[in-house]
């Protein structure tokens, strides 16, 4: 079913590629209620939410598009609900899950009329590189700061070095060691024997309580699910919110499906995904369900580049991450227990190995590197992906007019640079 031979991998392998993906990502199983109860979601149904949303777009994943992408509820777009769209623009939680609603079904219309493809195909190849190379640094520097080997700093210096006389400090940097030390070594499983190894020696050391207990029953849905208000998100005033949730999605799932699949080696002799259209079909049905459970918007997620590392190839690896996330809901006080300076190592030496398409791009032509330059940097210092991508995408064209080369640039890169800058225009600073 899910063709491991022919993709170059086995059972055993997906299944601790599986487990790696999860356990890099179900922090988000906690940190998604944290951050949506500033909207006002009540954080247990939250939970639920979250679990489910994830569950069901990465088990269709799996089973429908065959690729080792996980799928749960984006952080960023969390983030702009809760803070700027009900805490400053003051509109309720319900309206903001009734735009997300409408950007998923729009999704799901584009992704069959073939729209989405069609604009996916006309990605410059040193775009795609530098997706995935950003992608790599952004999880480095999440990496950096969950860990606390990195922290926040003065407004002269943004950030500076942790407090290496603090023990979980030591023991990040113990499990960052740990892991390249396993992965020089070529032991596949170098992630999770990192995450369990560090977990441990917290027990021990007295750092993080284990749970006491492993097993409880999941809060009620009732609170949230199907409270979304579709009619209230219709009213031209919404507009520049509907349009934001939109071309972030839009862009940080494309990008994010392209750089791992570069890393992966997915992309065929043109630089791309083949059937890249289930993935993007996955995506949107995602969007569409966590709306109606009382989630934000849903989509791939970069740490699935943590179960690729680990050897994972085919959906087999997604049906494993799912299968756990269905059991966050009766066991979230073990995994949930896992600290941040455990994964967080984990995701600092992903970001190194995705550094790797970088040396397909052609750093002579100008034209070329400074759009992918640009996508990067943005990626990482604005802490947004889709700020980084549609900056790429606003570059590119403008430097082959500059170069008097117009005719290099394709015209569904010309409509991604005019949706980029729709959505400068209307991003709600």
């Known amino acids: 079913m899910f063709k491991l031979k022919e ?6 392998t997906e299944v601790i590629a599986g487990v790696t993906t999860f356990l890099t990502m179900v922090y988000i199983v906690a940190v998604n209620p944290a951050i949506l109860e500033h909207a006002g979601i009540p954080k247990g149904p939250s939970m639920v939410a979250t679990a489910l949303s994830a569950f069901f777009g990465t088990l269709a994943m799996g089973l429908y598009a065959n690729r080792p992408f996980a799928i749960a509820p984006y952080m960023g777009e969390n983030a702009f609900i809760a803070y700027t769209v009900v805490k400053v623009l003051g509109y309720p939680w319900q309206t903001a ?3 997300i609603f409408i950007s998923g079904v729009l999704f799901v219309i584009l992704t069959l009329a073939r729209a989405r493809v069609w604009m996916a195909k006309a990605v410059p190849d040193a775009l795609k590189y ?3 190379a950003g992608i790599g640094l952004f999880l480095t520097f999440i990496g950096l700061m969950d860990s606390g080997i990195v922290t926040m700093g003065t407004p002269g210096a943004p950030v500076k070095i942790g407090d290496l006389g603090q023990p979980t400090v030591l023991l990040a940097i113990f499990g960052t060691l740990l892991m390249a030390a396993l992965m020089v070594m070529r032991i596949r499983a170098f992630i999770i024997i990192g995450i369990l190894s560090v977990t441990f020696l917290a ?11 492993f097993v409880s029953l999941p809060p009620s849905l009732g609170p949230i699910f199907l409270k979304l208000d579709i009619l209230g998100a219709l009213k031209w005033g919404f507009f520049p919110v509907i349009l934001t949730v939109f071309v972030m999605d839009f862009v940080d799932t494309m990008g994010t499906l392209i750089g791992l699949a570069a890393r992966a080696g997915m992309l065929d002799e043109r630089g791309n995904l083949p059937e890249i259209e289930k993935p993007m079909l996955v995506d949107a049905g995602a969007t569409v369900l966590g709306a109606l459970l009382g989630t934000t918007t849903s989509g791939t997620y970069i740490e699935s580049a943590a179960g690729i590392e680990a050897g994972g190839r085919t959906g087999l690896t997604s049906v494993v991450t799912a299968g756990l996330f269905l059991l966050t809901l009766f066991f979230a006080p073990l995994f949930t227990s896992i600290p941040p300076y455990a994964y967080g190592p984990a995701l600092i030496l992903v970001g190194a190995m995705m550094l790797e398409p970088l040396r397909r791009i052609d750093f002579s032509d100008y034209t070329e590197i400074i759009p992918a330059f640009i996508a990067m940097t943005m990626m990482v210092f604005t802490f947004n992906l889709g700020i980084g991508i549609t900056a790429g995408f606003l570059a590119y064209p403008i430097f082959k007019l500059v170069a008097r080369r117009w005719r290099e640039v394709a015209a569904g890169t010309w409509v991604l640079a005019a949706l ?3 959505f400068y225009i209307f991003y709600p600073y």
């Open 130 to 132: 530098s997706f995935a």
């Open 97 to 99: 899950l009734g735009a």
């Open 420 to 422: 980029s800058l729709i």
């Open 203 to 213: 027990y021990i050391f007295g750092l993080q309580k284990p749970p006491k207990t």
């Open 7 to 12: 993709h170059g991998t086995d059972v055993k």
